[in-house]
């Protein structure tokens, strides 16, 4: 198996250069230290910002379809580095290695849509009600798109808001998780590569920025970032949201999540079972999508947990790049310690909870890998309602289907949720606008896997943000309204006569 130096050798980056830095990378599968990285002093940020801008300024004045070749040659050589960089995914966060590539294979997905919409950043033309006049709108690039992003999906979200900004004509400084720094560095070397390929991309057109909260504040407050767009908890964007209004910037936020599945009376349980395990142990319960309430109608609910609880039984536990497990290690120790928490909440507030002890502690005495845990509740209670970044799924019966539909809604979060059912009426109900809340509401598939195609995001706290696909370019570019007279008269909207 290759060492981490391979990889990282692999990706363009020369491990002699991770020493000696303050940043102490290190891996969630055994604790070992990778890496100690440089980080950016506040100062080296604002240097960085301004290179930025320099960028943003030739760059928005290259044709989007050219611009789109960048991005294309970027995706080309993701593809020849698929393995490695889905391998360094697995080290630095933890994930098991088909959804270590399976990231990878996101970004690559969000480059070939990034190419094609550079052919097409359409914008209207519109009926003027004065003679002689012509209507449209057009959109320009912002400038300088700075991205803050978390731990948990080190690679996709960059790439998600980079792909879409550099077609539509901006630079982007990224501030990447701290938990995470190799992969950004790998994502800038990569990008560097295919940037020299195309030949005259200006220099500073992408930026990578090593540090903590107070590298990420330096990218809120700069005026020169014109929009700031920030993946991580809810705690964060609380920070962030009204530091960036308070100047008048642009946010889009992607928070925290708190997704449920409903399991009506005449779903496949078979799928159901599925969709559910997935989404609830899939990435050790670590994706902002994954499943952590599962709202059962009580008469199909005995005999679906009962085969969650077999599943749970035999679902792998271990290191995530031996290719036999399905659920790797937390992230780090903090994130043990909050879910023993959470779990120690939902005892006393009457839930049943099989699971959620430490296990692996022998073999791996400095890593954090958890049997998965289910957690059978009297009702939504308190802890129910808040979203811990690890393997719980909170169990809750029902008997009505309105009151499934007000439980589902019933948190202050609102990204992903699903419904098992093969009833129409309960299918259409949930995808309607009495249904569910969510940005993301799904019929017979689990919460979390969302494609590219659609755009991503959620409501509440969740942020209110759309990356991806759909039309979420339009949020890294400014519309204008522009009015063109080729009469000879100047006549004034609304009928208005002025001094005539
Ligand atoms: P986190 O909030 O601790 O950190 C996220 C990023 O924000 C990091 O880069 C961090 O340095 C930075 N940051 C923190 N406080 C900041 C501040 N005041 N100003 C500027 N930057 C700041 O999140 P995490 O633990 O890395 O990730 C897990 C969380 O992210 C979960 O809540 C998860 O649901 C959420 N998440 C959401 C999505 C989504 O698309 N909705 C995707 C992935 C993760």
């Not at 290179?51 to 050219?66: E, F, G």
Request: aromatic letters at 6%; a negative charge.
């Amino acid at each position: 198996m290759d060492t981490p130096q391979d990889i990282l050798r692999a990706l363009g980056l020369n491990p002699d250069s991770l020493t000696g830095g303050t940043l102490s990378a290190r891996s969630p599968i055994d604790g070992a230290e990778l890496a100690q990285v440089h980080e950016h002093t506040v100062a080296q940020a604002h240097s960085a910002i301004t290179r930025a801008r320099q960028a943003s300024l030739a760059w928005r004045d290259v044709p989007a379809p050219r611009r789109g070749e960048l991005v294309r040659l970027f995706g080309e050589i993701l593809r020849q580095h698929k393995r490695e960089l889905g391998r360094l995914v697995s080290l630095e966060a933890g994930k098991i290695v088909a959804e270590g590539e399976g990231e990878v294979q996101e970004m690559i997905d969000i480059c070939d849509f990034a190419v094609g919409l550079s052919r097409q950043l359409y914008g209207l033309t519109i009926a003027s009600e004065r003679p002689g006049h012509r209507m449209m709108e057009t959109w320009h690039p912002l400038g300088v798109v700075g991205v803050i992003s978390a731990f948990n999906f080190p690679v996709a979200v960059w790439s998600w808001n980079t792909a879409l900004a550099l077609v539509c004509g901006n630079a982007v400084v990224w501030k990447p998780s701290e938990k995470t720094p190799l992969t950004a560095l790998a994502c800038q070397a990569l990008f560097t590569q295919a940037a020299q390929r195309f030949g005259d991309a200006p220099a500073g057109l992408s930026e990578v920025l090593i540090g903590g909260r107070d590298i990420g504040e330096a990218l809120v407050d700069s005026h020169a970032v014109a929009l700031v767009s920030a993946t991580g908890s809810t705690r964060m964007g609380r920070q962030v949201g009204p530091r960036v209004a308070q100047r008048f910037g642009r946010v889009l936020l992607e928070l925290g999540g708190n997704n449920a599945i409903i399991v009506g009376p005449t779903a496949d349980l078979d799928m159901a079972a599925r969709g559910i395990v997935f989404g609830a142990i899939g990435t050790a319960g670590q994706r902002c999508t994954s499943t952590r309430r599962l709202i059962v109608h009580e008469s199909v609910a005995d005999d679906l947990v009962q085969r969650l609880h077999k599943a749970y039984a035999s679902a792998p536990i271990g290191n995530p790049l031996d290719g036999t497990k399905l659920v790797g290690p937390l992230i780090d120790r903090t994130s043990f310690d909050a879910m023993q928490a959470a779990l120690n909440a939902a005892r006393e507030q009457g839930g049943k909870v099989t699971g959620g002890e430490r296990v692996l502690a022998d073999e791996y005495p400095n890593a954090w890998y958890v049997r998965p845990a289910i957690a059978e509740m009297p009702g939504q209670t308190d802890v129910v309602c808040h979203e811990t970044f690890a393997p719980i799924l909170y169990v809750m019966r029902y008997t009505d289907f309105a009151q499934a539909l007000a439980m589902q809604n019933g948190v202050p979060q609102g990204l992903s949720s699903a419904i098992f059912t093969n009833d129409l009426r309960e299918a259409e109900t949930f995808l309607s606008a009495a249904g569910s809340d969510c940005g993301i509401a799904n019929v017979n598939i689990g919460t979390s896997g969302a494609e590219i195609g659609g755009a991503f995001g959620g409501e509440k706290e969740t942020g209110g943000g759309r990356e991806s696909g759909s039309d979420a370019w339009r949020n890294y570019m400014r519309r204008a309204t522009n009015t063109i007279n080729y009469s000879r008269h100047l006549p004034l909207a609304q009928g208005i006569k002025f001094g005539e």
